[in-house]
């Protein structure tokens, strides 16, 4: 069975800090990830996606992803964060290109300190 | 800009009572999904729409039904609702190269009395 763990519930950082939300998962095939964004109050905004090649995958709000296979992680990287970043962060994980079954982690809060 | 909207943001219910929660698009999306969102277990797929009247049953279709007469609208539908199905319903959508949710809206929060 495919599972997406994110170990950190919870991050504070001050803005203009750098940003590293860890994503680590379990499949036993090339996968297909995703990170989103959950503003308060807001669905879901898809950030960047992972399917092959470059491994460094860059993505909308100056946020960029980086996907280690030995490591089972896809962590997500900002390098100067912005008080409007403050919101729940998911990583998900698909089984194939046309899947349309993703498994969600249970997602990290960022709260941004001024 | 693109656009999915949910009729409700908020709404009650009593415990037995048929439920509609409805949701529109504006990008012509073949592809139509309904999550429900809870504390601590993230988002769970209920049911995919791949196209007018076609659709997949998710992780936990049990208690729901949905509706797709127009490309446009995706409808979930709580035959008898029950207490357990207080959450939080996400509507969301992706055009035909994507099996993917891309674009979401901005919720409904269901509460069953």
């Known amino acids: 069975a495919q599972s997406v763990t994110q170990p950190d519930i919870h991050i504070t950082v001050s803005e203009g800090a750098s940003l590293e939300l860890r994503c680590n998962y379990s499949?036993?095939?090339?996968?297909?990830l995703f990170w989103y964004v959950q503003s308060p109050g807001q669905g879901l905004q898809l950030l960047l996606k992972y399917f092959s090649g470059d491994t460094l995958v860059q993505g909308i709000k100056g946020f960029e992803a980086e996907f280690k296979r030995s490591q089972s992680s896809f962590n997500l990287r900002k390098p100067s964060v912005h008080w409007s970043d403050a919101a729940e962060y998911f990583c998900s994980l698909g089984s194939g290109a046309g899947s349309y079954q993703l498994t969600f982690g249970k997602g990290t809060k960022l709260s941004v300190i001024p | 800009d693109v656009k999915v909207t949910q009729s409700s943001r908020y709404l009650v219910k009593r415990t037995g009572e048929k439920v509609f929660l409805e949701c529109v698009q504006d990008m012509d999306h073949e592809n139509m999904f309904w999550y429900r969102q809870d504390p601590g277990l993230g988002l769970r797929l209920i049911y995919f729409?791949?196209?007018?009247?076609?659709?997949e049953k998710g992780d936990i279709p049990e208690g729901y039904s949905v509706s797709r007469e127009k490309k446009e609208r995706f409808s979930l539908i709580l035959e008898s609702a029950s207490t357990n199905q207080t959450s939080m319903y996400l509507c969301?959508?992706?055009?035909?190269?994507?099996?993917?949710?891309?674009?979401f809206g901005d919720g409904t929060r269901l509460s069953i009395l």
């Open positions: 499949y036993g095939a090339t996968p297909y």
């Open positions: 969301a959508s992706s055009y035909p190269r994507s099996n993917q949710p891309q674009h």
């Open positions: 729409s791949y196209d007018v009247k076609m659709k």
